[in-house]
């Protein structure tokens, strides 16, 4: 007996020894720094400025790297390339994270010709890079699509990878893709955007991405606040948003729709930006007032019509709905809750006869492997789905004034399928 519990006490050392291990070599990972690899890496498309004719390209090296460049033609003359190719030189800011400094460049290739495919390479340590492709719009599109995915923030951007790639590869028309915010857990560790970039590769320097910020991108390993300094230095997208809130708050059209992007952080940012509602209230009222485009999709990481217990996002909700409802924003795309949700049509806090009376309201769903257990359908919900089995995207396209958007689980299998039609609802 006394031998059997000798044995025990052991085996009870020996697996808290193990724990112990696994527990200080995870730190070690945690705290290690992570500098850039060697070379050119997180090749990244956004657009800073008009898709039609311009085109963002950003990526990352050692600090040591000077400012590189990028060179790049017309597609179809690739034989002559790189004898044909313009050669434009980068801006470099180094960047100071947790994991060591790196350079980040950048680059807006202006004057491009709209419906036209490019080649580019970037160049490094005096030599050229890979050979990648983009392509621009054109002049006037009436049929494109895009994609848009929920949360990626992942204990294991594997997930991410696959949900992103398995999306593309499904939609390899797809002209670009959003993220509703709460890319990476941790927005100020930088070990999480080498994870989330890497995983991107492939697709994220083939077409743009234009994401917004969600609350976990203001969140330092510490887990105090901080404005979303890693996530707006990498991911170039537009300044037309209120100074204070650049690179956070912005829009931009794409064929016959108006983009506008917000930042529902009032909490994390109460001490940052202190009246971060009534900045975008200001600038959302101009912002819409001023477009002509046909169709407005608003991005809003945490969404005003909620499905998790204790959810409700009231000051969000009454800060944008009236403006939503005044401008007649057609969806509301958002995140945060990690499941899949769509609203009746809803006009002043009511649910209304079609969508050409209110706006639809879209919780996304999530891309990587986090999940909830306590979310369910809400009275407003015309369609719930909670992707507890796998992540999901969501594509969506605009052909001749129809809207069509489709929700997939990452295999591909068909969760929920709608349309908004203008030239039915708006007649
Ligand atoms: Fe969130």
């Known amino acids: ?131 990648r492709t983009f392509s621009t719009p054109p002049a006037k599109n009436e049929v494109f699509k895009f994609l848009v995915f929920g949360d990626s923030q992942s204990i294991n951007y594997e997930v991410w990878r696959r949900t992103l790639q398995q999306a593309y590869q499904t939609n390899q028309d797809a002209k670009f893709f959003i993220n509703v915010g709460d890319l990476v857990d941790v927005g100020q560790d930088y070990a999480q955007w080498d994870a989330w970039f890497n995983a991107s590769q492939g697709v994220i320097d083939r077409i743009p991405a234009m994401p917004l910020t969600g609350n976990h991108e203001n969140y330092t390993p510490e887990r105090h606040f901080s404005l979303p300094v890693l996530f707006t230095a990498q991911l170039k997208v537009p300044v037309n948003g209120p100074e204070s809130l650049r690179r956070q708050v912005y829009s931009f059209d794409y064929g016959d729709i108006h983009f506008v992007m917000l930042d529902s952080q009032i909490g994390e940012q109460v001490q940052l930006v202190p009246e971060i509602l009534e900045i975008q209230k200001t600038w959302l009222e101009q912002d819409l007032a001023a477009t002509d485009k046909k169709w407005k999709i608003v991005f809003l990481h945490r969404p005003p019509y909620h499905n998790k217990a204790g959810g409700a996002n009231a000051r969000i909700k009454g800060a944008f709905v009236p403006i939503l409802d005044k401008y007649h924003v057609d969806v509301v795309f958002s995140g945060h809750e990690h499941d899949y949700a769509r609203t009746y049509p809803i006009y002043n806090d009511q649910v209304a006869d079609s969508p050409g009376k209110g706006t639809i309201y879209v919780t996304t769903g999530r891309s990587g492997s986090k999940t909830y257990n306590d979310t369910a359908a809400s009275e407003w919900d015309a369609f719930f789905y909670n992707p507890l089995d796998e992540p999901n995207y969501l594509v969506v396209e605009m052909e001749n004034q129809i809207l069509h958007v489709k929700a997939y689980k990452q295999s591909g299998v068909l969760i929920d399928s709608w349309s908004i039609d203008k030239n039915m609802e708006f007649k």
């Open 1 to 131: 007996m006394l031998h059997k519990r000798k044995l025990f006490q052991s085996i009870g050392i020996f697996f808290i020894a193990i724990v112990l291990l696994i527990a200080s070599s995870m730190m070690s990972f945690l705290e290690q720094p992570l500098a850039a690899a060697a070379g050119v890496d997180h090749v990244t498309l956004t657009w800073e400025s008009d898709p039609k004719t311009t085109q963002t390209i950003t990526w990352r090296t050692e600090e040591t790297e000077p400012a590189g460049q990028v060179r790049y033609a017309e597609r179809k003359f690739i034989k002559s390339f790189p004898h044909n190719a313009r050669i434009i030189d980068a801006k470099v800011e180094t960047l100071v994270t947790n994991r060591g400094n790196m350079n980040i460049h950048s680059v807006t290739l202006m004057g491009l010709k709209p419906g036209t495919g490019y080649v580019y390479q970037i160049n490094e340590d005096s030599e050229w890079g890979e050979t």
